[in-house]
């Protein structure tokens, strides 16, 4: 049987319609509650929330249901899905709930939970929540209300700073909160490191959290790098897991080059060695070719999994790799976190640069994006595309004349009836070639 409410990141949608109405939410903390009833004694569960406008009212019927199941919750407030991770693995805490839809607009909210090792729960887990949640829907609701405990977050904020080994005196950096979980939380913590810091997208009112702003837009933020002359920037989305910085000269550095630069001064270091296997790094089937390359080339290897930080932690844990990560900017610091988390993305790559005195365009010298389009293309039937003989063909063609300066990617969306396509090679105009030429191969078997 699939799962009918969570995904791949929690259960989502749009707040207030189902499956985030108030039944169903406060169905979520009863069925929490029964499930964390039978991990402990007298459990407790932590509950932070990004800036959304609904974030308070789905906090108080999650509470509402845990509540009826005899089960303590107690409200980080406003706090990174990172920062529930942490309370939830550090603390008296049974499990974590955070409210965020991420990089979605206000309107979208969800609800991601975590068990006490600091790790959303598994596949397995999931389904038994779900029945408890479909047999406790009809049993009424009645929200709790709480007081948010700030020193939580402040509990955060000490560890970020105390896996900080340098000093952000002199730096001036701009930071770009999304209007979101971050917004206090992320330039407070640079500037008790001692950085000069600007803030921009760092004035939530509940419904302009990722507008224009954030981890998804940094047009403004590499703007305002040049402008002030900073050292560097840092945009996050609206729960800050994911992290892209900007150069001083105001390129982008994403998630690709966050982990060149990172895997660089660890294998200095000897210390991204996994299991005896030698230095690796975890990416996904997205991640550019040139960083693959990159890495080789200092004696690195890139392996990758599918498309998701889900994946990119479940390689990490089997193969002991310490750093893995998105293109997007989610990055994994398997020391020191579970998940993703932006802002301690934004102290590893400060710490690079203070360590080696280097610049971010300095530090990715070698890095060489390679041309990369992905064309989706809308099917109306899902054929196994190793059934298709042109299409393999086209696919084949292309790889042969890529040789080892290119890839190929074809796969079809899991939530969509689209078939991605994806070309990496040398320049545009060959990518161009390639990629339209498989793509109007499939249109032409599976178009809709």
Known sequence: MSRQLFGTDGIRGVAGQYPLDRETVHAVGMALGSWSMSHSDAPEVVIGMDTRESGP?????????LA?????????????????????RTGPFV?????SASHNPFADNGIKVFAHNGYKLPDYEEMKLEQRIFACKNEGAEPVAMTPEDYLGRQYLDYLASTFSETLAGKKLVVDCGNGAASYLGPALLRR??????????????RNINLNCGALHVDALCKRVVEERANAGFAFDGDADRCIAVSGSGRIIDGDAVLLIVARHLHLQGRLNANGDGPLVVATVMSNLGLEKALAAEGILLLRTAVGDKYVLEEMLKKGARIGGEQSGHVIFLEQATTGDGLLTALRVLEVMCATGRSLDELTIGLSVFP???VNVRVKERKPLSDLAAVQSAIQDAERGLGDDGRVLVRFSGTEPLARVMVEGPTNEVVDHHVHRIADTIRAELGG
Request: charged share 20%.
């Open 372 to 374: 990369q389009k992905l």
């Open 57 to 65: 009212w789905i906090a108080e019927e999650v509470a509402g249901g």
């Open 95 to 99: 499990a974590g709930v955070m409210i």
């Open 68 to 88: 009826r199941e005899k089960v303590k919750a107690r409200l980080a407030g406003l706090i990174t899905t990172p920062g529930v991770a942490y309370l939830t």
């Open 193 to 206: 490191l001692g950085a000069e810091v600007l803030a921009i997208g760092a004035e939530p009112n509940g």
